[in-house]
């Protein structure tokens, strides 16, 4: 699928995990590069003093270049989790997608989104997360934005990202219309204490984000739901777990089956 390899040093031997102790890929993690040019970004993907790197880096054209063989671990998940799983690195194939990203300019916890992604750029993800899956046998529902693996630290591809029209295509989940919509429910914020709490981070936990079952709504579950906002509830992303919110993460789990 790449038009051309443009090599990184930044890699190395995936390492056994999960129980199976497979060194096999089965995830496939989303980024946008979050820099003010694609060289700019290039140049930092490839600089062994940075020791950041990826799989695979897709411009906004839909070109698709080559850094790192999907055989080898690159490092571009950093500290992050999923399922229990720590080393996503070792996990994953990472795909860079050129976008400036959010406006960090902005002062606040939940910054303005950046610009849309070209059709050309997102046809062309479609196309290489399809090969990919194929390839390794990778299911829709272990394709993950960079922001699901890594709350609050990490926020990309942010929500522009237009996630629907990739899980239209197969590549990844959606939850179907909730119907009915979601009745009256209490939401839950910043502060809140007690067992709807706990079980809010239950599900959570259980659909594959590292949270802990403390009963506290604290900074850590407000991450948590702003990236499940991020991914699936594009147009309200307030760190807010009402009725849609739980709706939408029910139907996803029933989806996936967890």
């Not at 629907?164 to 959606?174: D, S, T």
Request: aromatic share 8%; hydrophobic share 40%; glycine share 10%.
């Amino acid at each position: 699928m790449a038009d051309r390899v443009y090599p990184s040093p930044n890699h190395g031997e995936r390492k056994a995990c999960g129980k199976t102790g497979k060194t096999a890929p089965d995830c496939i993690i989303l980024h946008y590069t979050g820099m003010a040019s694609a060289s700019d970004a290039l140049l930092w993907l490839a600089n062994p003093l940075w020791e950041v790197s990826c799989h695979y880096f897709v411009f906004e054209d839909g070109r698709i270049w080559q850094m790192v063989p999907e055989s080898r671990r690159a490092w571009h998940a950093g500290r992050s989790s999923w399922q229990g799983e720590t080393d996503m690195n070792s996990r994953s194939i990472g795909i860079e997608i050129v976008n400036n990203g959010h406006d960090l300019a902005i002062p606040g916890p939940l910054p303005p989104p950046g610009p849309p992604f070209p059709d050309e750029q997102i046809d062309a993800v479609i196309r290489l997360v399809q090969d990919i899956a194929t390839r390794w046998n990778i299911p829709p529902r272990r394709i993950l934005a960079h922001s699901d693996i890594a709350p609050g630290r990490k926020i990309d591809p942010g929500e522009t990202f237009p996630w629907q029209k990739l899980a239209e295509a197969g590549v990844g989940v959606w939850p179907g219309k909730l119907s009915p919509p979601p009745a009256a429910m209490p939401s839950y914020r910043l502060g809140d204490e007690g067992m709807p709490v706990a079980a809010l981070q239950s599900m959570f936990a259980r659909f594959g984000y590292g949270i802990e079952i403390t009963g506290v709504f604290d900074q850590r579950t407000f991450d948590v739901v702003v990236a499940f906002q991020r991914h699936w509830r594009q147009d309200k992303v307030d760190g807010v777990a009402d009725g849609e919110t739980l709706g939408l993460l029910r139907a996803l789990m029933a989806t996936v089956q967890v």
